[in-house]
């Protein structure tokens, strides 16, 4: 099951040289689903990540001319791990999903407390764990007018809270 889940696993583009990845790599698109791609800059000695429209190919930032988004990843990255912790510690919503993934009536207590307990674990991961868990767990990430629509992926929800998917691995 593992090799299955890796195998549909969206990979972070990384350059060899870079020293970080931001977090939604590879999740995260505009309202024109066009990916957003990394970028930075620098000021005072500091660097500032951001998420900015691509051309199309998730690989060059979008030609002038057109529109473009340029969003602080630090900011975006903090709203979704809020999000995701939310999603993990609501134990109505996440059995009704787990029910209709037809999680046993006999796992489902236990796959609520490990949801709960990996909610709060979420903010003190290392980065590498909190990464694997955000592609395991979101399948999309779309930056609308007024919101993001976070699209969930139902498998490796159902994989991470029964303990299939190990974090950390």
Do not use: W
């Not at 999903?97 to 909610?119: D, F, M, P």
């Amino acid at each position: 099951v593992n090799a299955l889940i890796g195998s549909n696993r969206r990979e972070h583009r990384v350059r060899s040289k870079a020293g970080h990845a931001n977090l939604l790599a590879g999740l995260i698109y505009d309202e024109a689903g066009r990916p957003l791609v990394s970028s930075h800059t620098a000021k005072n000695g500091k660097r500032y990540l951001y998420y900015i429209t691509s051309d199309g190919s998730g690989r060059k930032p979008a030609p002038a001319g057109q529109a473009k988004l340029r969003l602080p990843a630090a900011d975006v990255d903090a709203f979704v791990v809020s999000a995701l912790r939310t999603f993990l510690a609501d134990n109505t919503g996440l059995a009704k999903l787990l029910r209709a993934a037809h999680v046993r009536s006999g796992k489902l207590a236990e796959a609520l407390q490990k949801a709960k307990a990996t909610s709060r674990e979420l903010e003190d991961m290392p980065f590498q764990s909190r990464l694997r868990l955000v592609t395991d767990l979101i399948a999309r990430i779309e930056v609308m007018q007024e919101c993001l629509r976070i699209t969930f992926g139902i498998t490796g929800i159902v994989l991470v809270v029964l303990g299939v998917l190990v974090l950390g691995a």
